[in-house]
């Protein structure tokens, strides 16, 4: 597909425990996001990477997010000991970084819902 | 810090009628984009169309056209002859010229829109 994919599309998961969440990016997009929806809220930023590295993890809740990205392609976020305040939707976008254009725009997917029980 | 505030939770339009979602913003920037986002029940954020700030003539892309006022900081989208298929969340979101990853979203607007 010629899109962003995530998966799972949804997960439901005990208090505790540890969960991972993947994104796939359009192919060639060097930048990759991850934001969490909550509720009845818009989408929240929670890190930025450019290629490998993470540019931007600013909008990290806590230390028991954690993001990877080792070959500058697929995406996973990992959660440790989740909590039920967890429980929302995360979603992926990816955009291309043009030198000299602020405009890339940002191409979401479809996100996971993560309930956690 | 910037912030985007969306004051209408829930709107409604009848088909082929038009409808205007409001959306306001803070900045202390004087160059920024502005964005409304679609997001139906599939979740996919779909952008609709995206304003720059330094541009003072209002973008449009077929029925969707917005009205940007950079002293009020306003940025309202315009949904003309509104469609079935136009029922879904709208989320107004900001970002930076200078960020390309600091983007702000609004809490949305659901759109209904009654046949």
Same mark, same amino acid.
């Given at each position: 597909?010629?899109?962003?994919?995530?998966?799972?599309?949804?997960?439901?998961?005990?208090?505790?425990?540890?969960?991972?969440?993947?994104?796939?990016?359009?192919?060639?997009?060097?930048?990759?996001?991850?934001?969490?929806?909550s509720?009845?809220?818009?989408?929240?930023?929670?890190?930025?990477?450019?290629?490998?590295?993470?540019?931007?993890d600013?909008?990290?809740?806590?230390?028991?997010?954690?993001?990877?990205?080792?070959?500058?392609s697929?995406?996973?976020?990992?959660?440790?000991?989740?909590?039920?305040?967890?429980s929302?939707?995360?979603?992926?976008?990816?955009?291309?970084?043009?030198?000299?254009?602020?405009?890339?725009?940002?191409?979401?997917?479809?996100g996971?819902?993560?309930?956690?029980? | 810090?910037?912030?985007?505030?969306?004051?209408?939770?829930?709107?409604?339009?009848q088909?082929?009628?038009?409808?205007?979602?409001?959306?306001?913003?803070?900045?202390?920037?004087?160059?920024?984009?502005? @964005?409304?986002? !679609?997001?139906?029940? *599939?979740?996919?954020?779909?952008?609709?169309?995206?304003?720059? %700030? /330094?541009?003072?003539?209002?973008?449009?892309?077929?029925?969707?056209?917005?009205?940007?006022?950079?002293?009020?900081?306003? @940025?309202?989208? !315009?949904i003309?002859? *509104?469609?079935?298929?136009?029922?879904?969340?709208?989320?107004? %979101? /900001?970002?930076?010229?200078?960020?390309?990853?600091?983007?702000?979203?609004?809490?949305g607007?659901?759109l209904?829109?009654?046949?």
């Amino acid at each position: 597909g010629a899109g962003v994919s995530q998966t799972p599309s949804n997960k439901v998961t005990e208090k505790g425990k540890y969960v991972e969440l993947r994104c796939d990016p359009i192919s060639g997009h060097t930048a990759l996001y991850w934001y969490r929806q909550s509720l009845g809220q818009g989408p929240e930023f929670l890190i930025y990477f450019q290629g490998t590295g993470a540019a931007d993890d600013s909008g990290l809740p806590n230390d028991r997010f954690f993001a990877v990205r080792p070959e500058g392609s697929v995406s996973t976020l990992k959660i440790q000991r989740t909590e039920r305040g967890d429980s929302a939707v995360y979603l992926c976008a990816s955009s291309l970084t043009l030198r000299g254009q602020g405009q890339n725009e940002q191409f979401f997917g479809p996100g996971t819902r993560l309930t956690v029980l | 810090a910037q912030t985007v505030t969306q004051s209408q939770p829930e709107m409604s339009v009848q088909e082929a009628e038009t409808v205007t979602l409001s959306c306001t913003y803070d900045t202390s920037e004087s160059d920024y984009y502005l @964005f409304w986002y !679609k997001q139906p029940p *599939s979740r996919q954020m779909i952008l609709v169309i995206r304003q720059e %700030a /330094y541009k003072q003539q209002n973008a449009t892309e077929n029925r969707f056209s917005v009205n940007f006022q950079k002293a009020a900081k306003s @940025f309202s989208l !315009k949904i003309s002859d *509104s469609q079935l298929g136009d029922a879904a969340m709208y989320f107004c %979101a /900001y970002r930076t010229t200078y960020n390309n990853n600091d983007m702000r979203f609004g809490a949305g607007t659901r759109l209904t829109v009654k046949p």
